[in-house]
């Protein structure tokens, strides 16, 4: 009988503003977890969120510090979901890139125990991540062919978008297909962090929809709400 083949050993990394996190971004982690396994071929070690750098200069951005905090409150019930402040900490704002290859090359120190080479580290994220691809000037291409192919995508889709097609119109999305494994979130979740901020500008519950250490870490922040005129 033939040996087993070894799984690859990854972990999965969202970039992002998470501001604030949210349950489907946390449960964006869990999906990808399942489905990976599924393959038989993976065995996810790590995820980690990674909060964008204050330099990214979005509209309603609150400060790093903040957002890595809620994130690290966020995650306090999962046994296998960390937080990365390396990049909220660097001079300015960094390309994808350039934090994957960060987790990667600091694999060994990020996970301690847990760390058995190889690692593979894989870039978690949403479909629109995935069609953002296509917007002129947004991305470098050397850098799509280095995510894609040198690490790997995980892509959340919500049911109705259809990414294949996306992939399939891109031709360097179909260089590297086999590297981008689609997930589809049956159980459907509108939740987004704009849709939250509105509702806290609007002084309106937000719970059942983000955890509750991180309403209490906004109200005691006095974070998101109603500027005054």
């Not at 990667?104 to 894989?122: I, M, T």
């Not at 981008?180 to 309106?204: P, Q, Y």
């Amino acid at each position: 009988m033939a040996a087993a083949a070894s799984k690859t050993n990854v972990v999965l990394l969202s970039c992002g503003s998470f501001n604030p996190v949210t349950f489907l971004h946390l449960r964006m982690f869990e999906l990808a977890r399942d489905a990976l396994h599924k393959t038989g071929l993976f065995r996810v070690v790590k995820g980690f969120f990674s909060p964008v750098n204050d330099g990214y200069k979005k509209k309603e951005l609150v400060k790093s510090e903040h957002r890595v905090q809620m994130c690290k409150l966020g995650v306090q019930t999962s046994d296998w979901i960390s937080v990365s402040d390396w990049e909220s900490k660097q001079a300015g704002w960094q390309r994808t890139i350039t934090v994957l290859t960060h987790i990667s090359q600091n694999a060994k120190d990020l996970l301690g125990d847990e760390f058995v080479d190889p690692v593979r580290v894989k870039l978690l994220c949403g479909a629109d991540l995935l069609e953002s691809f296509a917007v002129p000037n947004l991305w470098k291409n050397e850098d799509i062919e280095d995510i894609i192919g040198n690490f790997g995508l995980v892509v959340i889709s919500r049911v109705g978008s259809n990414p294949e097609s996306f992939i399939y119109e891109s031709d360097v999305l179909t260089k590297y297909k086999n590297n981008i494994h689609i997930v589809t979130e049956w159980i459907s979740n509108d939740v987004s962090a704009t849709k939250i901020r509105r509702a806290l500008r609007r002084e309106e519950s937000v719970k059942y929809l983000i955890p509750d250490p991180v309403i209490e870490y906004i109200k005691e922040n006095n974070l998101y709400v109603k500027s005054k005129s």
